[in-house]
């Protein structure tokens, strides 16, 4: 049983200004995992005031010194892989193989990415005369999800600490064990006091404080489309920046002249992945319309050979994160049915022998309409809709028929593939399967939000622009 009563406010744990503690449930099991607090606006503003007093001196480090500060980082947190990995595990139901080489390893892989960008990365620049500066931001509110709980605070966290800024992060109440963890390395790392500061809590809560703080300068939310509007109207009095990143309900278009098996079967996989919780997940499966009866079957057998079981054994598939979770997931599939998708595979219910725990069918639906409600709304599940098209020009009108705009997905012949990925409106493609890149940028159009994380241009959401005019014009005189 995990206790983690404490938050951690200038460089060290210390006790909420009130006990309102909350159960984490594991939902493999069903069961109490741990407990937390959940934080209140005075833990807010002790640590907000600790993150602001850091600034001064933090702001003005050389790259040097945040360099080692980041390479430091890298080793504590090589140290404790298999104990974040544990953490995923348990407080949202990821299987262990995924914690470890997706999960745990994302955060490792996104903190050797900043150390390779700031060895580099352009500060200042003359431009004539004037002197074109990039300073910190200054004090940073981090809000991040359950679903990539270690992958969503390094990629604020470690362009923040790169580029100078102070912060205070609240991952989610559901799943704060592995951040604990993460903390206790930043700790271990020797971040100065007040630079990194974690308070836990709830949204309308903490989330809510951080976000109208007027002593924050920057906010980065990760989270829902829904949730997303409360964090910009929270923090619009104040008029500091707002990066977010929202809710997707990709397309992935199958062109005519793709490998019929390998695209379908793929595309299932990469929905069920992670119990389909990837706000990046292919969800809307585009196939030629002569083409669907066989994309049905392939669909059902890829759908079928997933294995959903406990996250502690070798199943590809863990539970879903909560009951809530699961319930909405069942009530987007009832709909499927009731508004006349075609069930081609799984649907409503546990799968046979996981009674306990939030388990969810494998399920795709196919012959569906892009005006259904499983095409429109994010199910945050392993749920996949196979909608059918005629030529290009139509695949493209449905793959953008969309209020999100996260991710979008192609395949076939190469240069085809191309020319359609230009067209999707979404701020990251996939070409044929292909994987991740930690320095592309990753982030969305429309409701999807905007600013964009990783690599380079994650470094720029916390950065200001200052021209220095006449910084040069004595040297230009002589």
Not at 301 to 309: L, Y
Not at 340 to 358: D, F, H
Request: hydrophobic fraction near 45%.
């Amino acid at each position: 049983m995990r206790d983690y009563r404490k938050f951690y406010i200038d460089g060290a744990w210390v006790d909420p200004a009130a006990a309102h503690d909350l159960e984490v449930i594991n939902p493999a099991t069903e069961a109490v995992a741990g407990h937390i607090t959940l934080g209140s606006e005075a833990d807010v503003d002790r640590a907000v005031a600790a993150a602001a007093r850091a600034f001064p001196s933090f702001s003005r480090t050389s790259r040097a010194e945040r360099l080692e500060l980041l390479g430091a980082i890298a080793a504590e947190y090589q140290k404790r892989i298999p104990d974040i990995a544990a953490a995923v595990t348990e407080e949202m139901g990821a299987p262990g193989w995924l914690a470890t080489q997706a999960q745990a390893a994302l955060g490792i892989g996104h903190i050797m990415t900043g150390i390779e960008v700031l060895k580099n990365y352009g500060f200042e620049e003359m431009q004539g005369t004037t002197l074109m500066v990039k300073e910190p931001i200054g004090v940073c509110a981090f809000i991040t999800p359950w679903n990539w709980p270690i992958n969503q605070i390094a990629c604020k966290v470690v362009p923040a600490l790169a580029t100078g800024c102070t912060m205070v992060l609240k991952p989610s109440e559901i799943a704060p064990f592995s951040a604990i963890i993460w903390t206790e390395v930043m700790h271990a790392a020797g971040v100065p006091a007040g630079v990194f500061n974690l308070v836990n809590g709830d949204g309308p809560t903490v989330g809510a404080a951080l976000s109208r703080h007027p002593q924050v300068d920057m906010v980065s939310f990760t989270g829902s489309t829904r949730a997303g509007v409360e964090v910009a109207r929270a923090a619009a009095p104040t008029i500091k920046r707002v990066a977010q990143e929202l809710g997707g309900k990709s397309a992935n278009i199958i062109l005519d002249d793709a490998d019929l098996e390998k695209a379908v079967a793929g595309g299932v996989q990469a929905v069920m992945m992670n119990s389909g919780q990837s706000c990046n997940a292919p969800t809307r499966m585009l196939v030629p319309a002569a083409k669907m009866e066989a994309a049905k079957a392939i669909a059902k057998a890829a759908a079928e050979a997933t294995t959903v079981g406990a996250p502690d054994g070798n199943a590809a598939m863990g539970p879903v994160v909560s009951k809530t979770q699961y319930d909405k997931i069942q009530s987007l599939i009832e709909k499927g049915i009731a508004e006349g998708a075609t069930l081609v595979a799984g649907g409503p219910g546990k799968p046979e022998g996981l009674e306990t725990g939030y388990y969810v069918k494998p399920t795709v639906f196919a012959d569906v309409t892009n005006d259904m409600t499983i095409a429109r709304e994010e199910i945050f599940g392993p749920v996949l809709a196979m909608l059918p098209y005629e030529g290009e020009a139509q695949a493209l009108e449905i793959a953008n028929d969309t209020v999100y705009g996260l991710a979008g997905y192609v395949q076939g012949s190469p240069d085809k593939a191309r020319d359609i990925a230009r067209q999707i409106r979404a701020g990251q493609i996939s070409i044929n399967g292909a994987g991740f890149d930690l320095n592309a940028p990753f982030g969305g159009y429309k409701q999807s939000g905007n600013g964009r994380e990783w690599g380079a241009h994650g470094f720029a959401e916390f950065l200001e622009a200052k021209a220095i005019i006449g910084w040069g014009a004595g040297e230009a005189a002589e």
